[in-house]
C-alpha cells in the first residue's frame, strides 16, 4: 500500500508539470515593463509637460458591469413589454437633451477576458490583459506597470477613492484619501454602494482632490445573485441613476464627470467571457461646461476601447500617458484650437505607443524591427507635416494607432506550440507507462526522490527572476521529466514489451467503456459537443447502465435474481436522470430554460428549504441503514455512538437554522453571530471524520458457545467499505452547507446512485468500474450546478461561515470544495466501489481461506489472501490514471488544433481548464483516501487477525 501511495505522489507531481508546461505554452502572457513615463521625454511646446491640463478636476464614476443598454432609455417601447432592466437609467437621456453641447455618450469595449481585476487593469493602465493574468482576480496584488493613478501621484495630484477594496490592494499607496469597503460577497449588494455614496458628495464639496474615484458594486451583485431579468436589478439601476441625478449639479464649469462600466453581463448576470454582453459597457461624459465644437469631420467613435480612457484622461489633466498604454486619445473632448492642442495630443499618443513596442521589441521577439522602423518613419513624417503646417491627415495618425493595436493584440496571441507539443508527447509518453504496468500486473517502482525532479521542474518552469529561458529552459524541464521517468518505470521497452504480448478478455461492459472513452476522446474537439457534455454523459451513463444489467442478468438465474439486476439498473438510471434537472444554463445553450432551484419566488424557495431539509436528513438516514444492512452497526461504540446518536442530528439541525435565517434575512442573529453555525459544523465535520480514522473497525464478533462452534461476525463483508461510509456520511453536513440547500437534493440522488453503482458493479471489470465512476464524476459536477465556463463559478460559497476575508486562502479552499466537491464526493467512494462483491448477507461465519470452495466472503478476502488488496487497488489505480491523462491529451490536443478557433477562449479553454483541474484534483484526493485507507488497514488486519485463520 505504501508503494501505491508513492506511486501515486508521482503520478500527481508529474501530471502537474505537464499540465503546467502545457499552460505555460497555451495560456497567452505578456511582459511587464515597469518603466513610468515622465514630462521631461515628450514636452510640448509652451507646456512643462505632454500638454497643458484642459480639465482642473475628473470625477470617475465606475458602475460595475454597468452595461451599454443599461443606459438607453427609449420612450416608444410599452410599459406592458418592457424588460425589468429597461429604461431604469433616463439621467443619460436627460442630460443629453438638457446639455447636448456637454455631454457625449459611447459604446465602453473591454477586452476580454471581462474579470474585474483584469478590466481595472486594463482602464488603468491602457495595457491589454492576458488569460493568464485571470488569476489575479481572486488574489489582486499590486499592480506594478505605470498607470494613470501612479502619474497623477507622481505629479502632485490628489486622489480620492471609495469603493471596491481591490483598488487597495493594487494602487493603495497612491491615494490622497481612501474610503474602501468589501467587495467579495456577491450577495451583499448595499455595503459597498451605499459606503460610496455617504462619501462622494461631501468628498466633492471640499477643494482637496483633484481626481476622485467612486466604484459602485451593487449592480453586478444583482446580476451575480438574481439575473438580469431579477427586479432587483431593476432597483439597483434605479438607485444609481438618482444618485448620479444627484451629483450632476455639485459639477462645477472646471470638473469632467466620467460615468462608465468595466465590463457588462450575461443574461444570467455573470462576465468574465467574450460575448457581446460581457465586453460592451458605456461610457457617458459630462463637462461643466461645453464640449469643444470641430469645425472638420471627426473619426466615428461611436464606440472606444477601454484602454483609450488612459490616454484622454491624462491628457486631460496635463500629466503624461502611462508608458504601456496602447490606447488612443477620444478626440471628440478635445479642442483644436488654439495651437492645434488636438493634433498634437495625438502626436505625442502615437510616439508613446511607438516607443513603448520599442522597447517592447528589446525584450522579446513579438515585433520585427522593420515594422517598427516602419512606424517610427510614419511618426516623424505626421510630426513634420505638422510643425511645418503641411497637410497633416488626423485619419492617418488615427489609423497608425489603429493597426499598432492590432498588431499588439495578434502579437500578444502567439502561442508557443513548442512547449504545448512537447507537453503533449509527455503526456502520451506517460499514458504508455501506465498502460505498460498494468498490462504487466506491476505497480510503479517510486523512490522518494523521484517525487523530487518534477517539483524542481516546475519551479524552474515558472521562476519569472530564473536565468533559464528560451531554449534552455524546454531542455531543463524535459530532462529532469525524463530523470522523473527513469525513476518510476524500469525500462519503456520493457514496457511496450508486456503492453504488446499481454492477453486481454473484453467483456460488452468494457467495450462499451472503450467506445465511450472514444467518443469522449472526439467530443473535446468539437465545440457541439461541449455545449451538450452535460446531457451527453448522463446517455453515457446510460448506455452503461444497460449493458452491465445485460450482463448481470445473464449470468444469474431466476427470475427474482433477474429481476433484482433490472431494478438496480432502474434506480442508478433514474437517480442520475432526476439530478439532470438540476443543471445550470450557460450563455450559448439558447435551449436551456431556467431551473427552478434557480428561482426566487418564496413560495418555490420555501419549498426547496423544506426539501433541502429533508434531503439532508434521508441521505445520513440512508447511509446509517446501508451500514446497518452490512452488519457495521451490530454494536455502538462509544465514538459511534456519539457521531451517530449526536453529531449527526445536531449538524442537522445547524445547518437547518442556519438556511432558514439566511433565507429570510432574519435578525434574530447578527451576520456575525450567524456565522459560528457553519464553523461549528466544520468542526463537528472534523471532530467525526478524526473518530472515524482513529477506530475505523466496524465489525462485531459474536463468541461461540462452545468450542466445537466458530465465532460469527458481523460487518465482516463489508470492513474495508464501511468506514469510507462513515467518512463520507461525515462530509456530508459540510457538503450541503457549500451547495445550499437549493441544491440539496442532488446529494441524496448522488448517494442512491453510488449505493446503487456499488451493487450494479459488482460483477464488473475494473475498467467498467473506473469509466462510471468518472462519468458520474463528471455528472454531479453538471448536477451541483457548474458548467465549463468561468461564469458558473460559485462565489457565494467563500461566505458560507464568513462575513469576510483577510486573505485568500480560506475563501480559495471553500470555493475550491464547491466546485470540485464531485471528486471528493466519488474519490471517497472510489474504494467502496472497488472491494465491492456479490456477498449479500450481513454476517459472515469463520471459513477456512485455504478452501477452494469457501466462496466469496466479501472484504474480508483482501485481509486473508495475500496482495490480494494490492492487486485490485493497482488493477483500479492504474486503468484510472492512463483515463485521466487520455482526457488531458484530448483536451491539449483540441487547443492546439482550435488555438484561433472563434470561441477558443469561451468554449475550448474553459473545457481543458476544467479537466486538468478535475484531474489533477481526482489524483490528489485519490492519494489522501489511499493514506486513509492504510490508516485502515494498519488497525483492521491486528484487530481481526485472531478470529481468520489461513
Keep these: 500500500m505504501s508503494k501505491m501511495i508513492a506511486s501515486l505522489l508521482w503520478i500527481f507531481w508529474t501530471s502537474i508539470v505537464i499540465n503546467m508546461l502545457f499552460l505555460k505554452g497555451y495560456l497567452l502572457s505578456r511582459i511587464e515593463i515597469d518603466k513610468i513615463s515622465t514630462c521631461s521625454q515628450f514636452i510640448m511646446p509652451n507646456s512643462s509637460c505632454w500638454s497643458e491640463p484642459l480639465v482642473k478636476k475628473a470625477v470617475l464614476i465606475l458602475v460595475d458591469a454597468l452595461r451599454h443598454d443599461f443606459t438607453i432609455y427609449n420612450s416608444s417601447i410599452s410599459p406592458d413589454i418592457l424588460k425589468t432592466w429597461?429604461?431604469?437609467?433616463?439621467?443619460?437621456?436627460?442630460?443629453?437633451?438638457?446639455?447636448?453641447?456637454?455631454v457625449k455618450h459611447f459604446k465602453f469595449i473591454a477586452d476580454p477576458p471581462s474579470a474585474t481585476f483584469l478590466r481595472l487593469k486594463g482602464l488603468t493602465t491602457g495595457g491589454l490583459p492576458t488569460f493568464i493574468d485571470l488569476g489575479s482576480n481572486f488574489g489582486a496584488s499590486e499592480?506594478?506597470?505605470?498607470?494613470?493613478?501612479?502619474?497623477?501621484?507622481?505629479?502632485?495630484?490628489?486622489?480620492?477613492?471609495?469603493?471596491?477594496?481591490?483598488?487597495?490592494?493594487?494602487?493603495?499607496?497612491?491615494?490622497?484619501?481612501?474610503?474602501?469597503?468589501p467587495s467579495f460577497d456577491v450577495w451583499d449588494l448595499h455595503t459597498v454602494d451605499n459606503g460610496v455614496w455617504e462619501n462622494l458628495i461631501p468628498s466633492i464639496k471640499t477643494n482637496d482632490w483633484d481626481v476622485i474615484v467612486a466604484h459602485f458594486l451593487g449592480v453586478?451583485?444583482?446580476?451575480?445573485?438574481?439575473?438580469?431579468?431579477?427586479?432587483?436589478?431593476?432597483?439597483?439601476?434605479?438607485?444609481?441613476?438618482?444618485?448620479?441625478?444627484?451629483?450632476?449639479?455639485h459639477i462645477d464649469e472646471e470638473t469632467m464627470v466620467f460615468i462608465f462600466g468595466d465590463h457588462g453581463m450575461t443574461t444570467s448576470g455573470d462576465h468574465g467571457g467574450?460575448?457581446?454582453?460581457?465586453?460592451?459597457?458605456?461610457?457617458?461624459?459630462?463637462?461643466?461646461?461645453?464640449?469643444?465644437?470641430?469645425?472638420?469631420?471627426?473619426?466615428?467613435?461611436?464606440?472606444?476601447?477601454?484602454?483609450?480612457?488612459?490616454?484622454?484622461?491624462?491628457?486631460?489633466?496635463?500629466?503624461?500617458?502611462?508608458?504601456?498604454?496602447?490606447?488612443?486619445?477620444?478626440?471628440?473632448?478635445?479642442?483644436?484650437?488654439?495651437?492645434?492642442?488636438?493634433?498634437?495630443?495625438?502626436?505625442?499618443n502615437l510616439k508613446q505607443v511607438i516607443r513603448y513596442i520599442e522597447a517592447y521589441a528589446l525584450l522579446t521577439n513579438d515585433f520585427d524591427v522593420a515594422e517598427i522602423n516602419n512606424y517610427k518613419v510614419k511618426a516623424k513624417d505626421l510630426e513634420k507635416k505638422l510643425l511645418d503646417n503641411d497637410d497633416f491627415s488626423l485619419e492617418e495618425v488615427v489609423g497608425l494607432l489603429s493597426e499598432i493595436r492590432k498588431l499588439c493584440v495578434e502579437r500578444w496571441a502567439r502561442f508557443d506550440l513548442t512547449t504545448m507539443m512537447i507537453a503533449i508527447m509527455l503526456s502520451l509518453l506517460l499514458m504508455i507507462i501506465f498502460l505498460g504496468c498494468l498490462a504487466k500486473k506491476g505497480v510503479l517502482e517510486v523512490t522518494w526522490y523521484g517525487i523530487i525532479p518534477p517539483v524542481i521542474a516546475l519551479f524552474i518552469a515558472y521562476d519569472t527572476s530564473s536565468p533559464w529561458n528560451g531554449i534552455s529552459n524546454f531542455v531543463t524541464v524535459a530532462a529532469t521529466i525524463a530523470l522523473s521517468y527513469s525513476y518510476a518505470s524500469s525500462s519503456l521497452r520493457k514496457a511496450y514489451h508486456h503492453l504488446s504480448t499481454a492477453t486481454f478478455r473484453v467483456t460488452p461492459s468494457q467495450t462499451m467503456s472503450l467506445i465511450v472513452l472514444f467518443f469522449i476522446a472526439c467530443g473535446f474537439t468539437t465545440n457541439s459537443y461541449i455545449l451538450v457534455e452535460d446531457y451527453a454523459t448522463l446517455f453515457f451513463i446510460g448506455s452503461i447502465v444497460v449493458v452491465v444489467t445485460l450482463e448481470n442478468c445473464c449470468r444469474v438465474t431466476g427470475r427474482t435474481a433477474k429481476g433484482k439486476e433490472i431494478a438496480l439498473g432502474v434506480v442508478v438510471s433514474a437517480a442520475a436522470r432526476l439530478s439532470a434537472s438540476y443543471y445550470g444554463c450557460r450563455e450559448e445553450q439558447f435551449w436551456c430554460d431556467k431551473p427552478i432551484w434557480m428561482s426566487e419566488d418564496k413560495n418555490v424557495v420555501n419549498r426547496l428549504y423544506f426539501g433541502g431539509v429533508v434531503s439532508l436528513a434521508t441521505t445520513l438516514v440512508l447511509l446509517y441503514w446501508a451500514q446497518k444492512r452490512r452488519g457495521s452497526m451490530a454494536i455502538m461504540t462509544p465514538n459511534r455512538r456519539l457521531q451517530y446518536y449526536y453529531i449527526q442530528p445536531l449538524v442537522c439541525f445547524l445547518i437547518a437554522v442556519y438556511w432558514a435565517l439566511s433565507a429570510t434575512n432574519s435578525t434574530v442573529l447578527t451576520d456575525t453571530q450567524l456565522c459560528w453555525l457553519p464553523r461549528t459544523v466544520y468542526v463537528l465535520t472534523f471532530i467525526s471524520m478524526a473518530l472515524t480514522l482513529r477506530n475505523p473497525v466496524m465489525v462485531y464478533v459474536v463468541a461461540p458457545p462452545d468450542k466445537t462452534s466458530l465465532p460469527v461476525m458481523f460487518g465482516g463483508e463489508s470492513c474495508i467499505s464501511s468506514p469510507f461510509l462513515a467518512l463520507y456520511g461525515c462530509l456530508v453536513p459540510s457538503l450541503t452547507l457549500l451547495l445550499g440547500f437549493k441544491l440539496c437534493p442532488v446529494l441524496l440522488l448522488c448517494t442512491v446512485?453510488?449505493?446503487?453503482?456499488?451493487?450494479?458493479?459488482?460483477?464488473?471489470?475494473?475498467?467498467?468500474?473506473?469509466?462510471?465512476?468518472?462519468?458520474?464524476?463528471?455528472?454531479?459536477?453538471?448536477?451541483?450546478?457548474?458548467?465549463?465556463a468561468i461564469q458558473s463559478f460559485d462565489w457565494n460559497a467563500a461566505f458560507v461561515g464568513f462575513t469576510s476575508h483577510s486573505h485568500n486562502v480560506v475563501p480559495g479552499i471553500l470555493i475550491a470544495l464547491r466546485t470540485l466537491m464531485t471528486v471528493v464526493i466519488t474519490t471517497v467512494w472510489f474504494?467502496?466501489?472497488?472491494?465491492?462483491?456479490?456477498?449479500?448477507?450481513?454476517?459472515?461465519?469463520?471459513?477456512?481461506?485455504?478452501?477452494?470452495?469457501?466462496?466469496?466472503?466479501?472484504?474480508?478476502?483482501?485481509?486473508?489472501?495475500?496482495?490480494?488488496?494490492?492487486?485490485?487497488?493497482?488493477?483500479?489505480?492504474?486503468?484510472?490514471?492512463?483515463?485521466?491523462?487520455?482526457?488531458?491529451?484530448?483536451?491539449?490536443?483540441?487547443?492546439?488544433?482550435?488555438?484561433?478557433?472563434?470561441?477558443?477562449?469561451?468554449?475550448?479553454?474553459?473545457?481543458?481548464?476544467?479537466e486538468l483541474a478535475l484531474s489533477s484534483s481526482y489524483l490528489l484526493f485519490l492519494t489522501l483516501v489511499h493514506v486513509a485507507l492504510h490508516r485502515i488497514l494498519t488497525v483492521l488486519r491486528p484487530a481481526l487477525k485472531t478470529y481468520l485463520t489461513d
Excluded at 502632485?156 to 481591490?166: A, R, S, V
Excluded at 453586478?220 to 438607485?239: F, I, S, T, W
Excluded at 453503482?757 to 457548474?786: D, E, I, K
Aim: overall charge neutral; some cysteine.
Design 831 to 914: 474504494p467502496v466501489v472497488m472491494v465491492a462483491s456479490r456477498v449479500t448477507s450481513n454476517r459472515v461465519s469463520q471459513v477456512d481461506m485455504t478452501d477452494s470452495d469457501r466462496g466469496d466472503t466479501g472484504d474480508l478476502r483482501f485481509l486473508v489472501t495475500p496482495h490480494a488488496l494490492s492487486d485490485v487497488t493497482r488493477d483500479h489505480t492504474l486503468t484510472l490514471a492512463p483515463l485521466l491523462v487520455w482526457k488531458c491529451v484530448w483536451a491539449f490536443i483540441s487547443c492546439y488544433l482550435h488555438r484561433r478557433h472563434l470561441m477558443v477562449w469561451n468554449i475550448f479553454t474553459p473545457r481543458a481548464v476544467l
Design 86 to 102: 429597461q429604461n431604469k437609467m433616463p439621467i443619460f437621456s436627460e442630460l443629453r437633451s438638457k446639455y447636448p453641447e456637454n
Design 143 to 181: 499592480i506594478t506597470e505605470d498607470s494613470w493613478v501612479k502619474q497623477l501621484a507622481l505629479n502632485n495630484k490628489k486622489l480620492i477613492f471609495m469603493g471596491d477594496d481591490t483598488w487597495m490592494g493594487i494602487y493603495g499607496k497612491y491615494f490622497h484619501k481612501a474610503y474602501p469597503f
Design 220 to 249: 453586478d451583485h444583482a446580476g451575480h445573485r438574481y439575473d438580469v431579468n431579477n427586479p432587483e436589478l431593476g432597483r439597483k439601476l434605479v438607485q444609481v441613476n438618482n444618485w448620479i441625478e444627484e451629483v450632476i449639479p
Design 753 to 788: 446512485e453510488l449505493l446503487g453503482c456499488c451493487h450494479l458493479l459488482r460483477r464488473s471489470p475494473p475498467l467498467t468500474r473506473v469509466v462510471m465512476l468518472h462519468l458520474v464524476t463528471l455528472q454531479l459536477f453538471y448536477a451541483t450546478g457548474h458548467q465549463a
Design 274 to 348: 467574450e460575448t457581446y454582453d460581457e465586453v460592451t459597457s458605456s461610457l457617458f461624459v459630462y463637462s461643466g461646461s461645453p464640449l469643444p465644437a470641430h469645425h472638420f469631420p471627426l473619426p466615428d467613435v461611436s464606440s472606444v476601447f477601454q484602454t483609450d480612457l488612459v490616454p484622454t484622461l491624462t491628457l486631460l489633466l496635463g500629466v503624461p500617458i502611462p508608458y504601456s498604454s496602447i490606447g488612443q486619445l477620444i478626440p471628440a473632448l478635445f479642442p483644436v484650437a488654439p495651437g492645434n492642442v488636438l493634433l498634437k495630443n495625438y502626436m505625442a
